[in-house]
Every structure is written in C-alpha cells, then in structure tokens.
Nanobody, 127 residues
Framework: QVQLVESGGGLVQAGGSLRLSCAASGRTFSKYAMAWFRQAPGKEREFVAAISWSGGSIYYADSVKGRFTISRDNAKNTVSLQMNTLKPEDTAVYYC????????????????????WGQGTQVTVSS
C-alpha cells in the first residue's frame, strides 16, 4: 500500500498562489497515475486534476483549468499542484490520491476509483 503525505496548504488572499506537494512511498511511484481532489465543507469530494504515470497525459476540472498546473517528479516520488489566481471558491481540503492501475491507459476522474489517499491539506482563500 502506498503512503501519501501532502504539504503546502495555507491561507492566501484572492488572486494569490500556492503550491501543494504530495510525497509518495511504499511502491514504485513512476508506474501509477496520480490525482488531486478537494472537499469543501458540506460538499462532496471533487476532482481537481490528474496526471498519468509518465506525465504525458493530464486532465483538469473545468473550474481550475488555466489556473492550476499538475506535475510530477518520478525521481523524487512527488506530485505537485501549482495553484494560481486563487478564488474564495477554491477553499477546501486538498487530497492527493494514487491510482492502483499499473501503467493505466486512461485517467480516473472520480474519487470512488481511488483507494489510496493522503491526509489532506487545508487551503483557505480570503476575499
């Protein structure tokens, strides 16, 4: 089973930026896709972004497209989420998720498809 630890959350004003990181251990990181989800109070966990095992395929939720960038460093076993032009509606707990499909051929976009999760990191955007 993979262990995931997120970092980088915090409080930022609207229009600002944050960079989240997720460190993975416990299995060969470079063979599996990774994703970021978020959950605001009283709402369901929602998809934010996903990146394939090679980094060659990336997908974003419409709500973050053009503002957020997902990337991975397979040498360092990390996946990152650069968040720019943050809005109050981006406020949520952000979770890193690891796919368990070896060399998966499509990106998974729903939380139910992921088994391994980090503990989450809080992002708060003030207006």
């Amino acid at each position: 089973q993979v262990q995931l630890v997120e970092s980088g959350g915090g409080l930022v004003q609207a229009g600002g930026s944050l960079r989240l990181s997720c460190a993975a251990s416990g299995r060969t990181f470079s063979k599996y896709a990774m994703a970021w989800f978020r959950q605001a109070p009283g709402k369901e966990r929602e998809f934010v972004a996903a990146i394939s095992w090679s980094g060659g395929s990336i997908y974003y939720a419409d709500s973050v497209k053009g503002r957020f960038t997902i990337s991975r460093d397979n040498a360092k076993n990390t996946v990152s989420l650069q968040m720019n032009t943050l809005k109050p509606e981006d406020t949520a707990v952000y979770y890193c998720a690891a796919d368990d499909w070896l060399y998966g051929t499509r990106l998974r976009l729903t939380s139910a498809e992921y088994r391994d999760w980090g503990q989450g990191t809080q992002v708060t955007v003030s207006s």
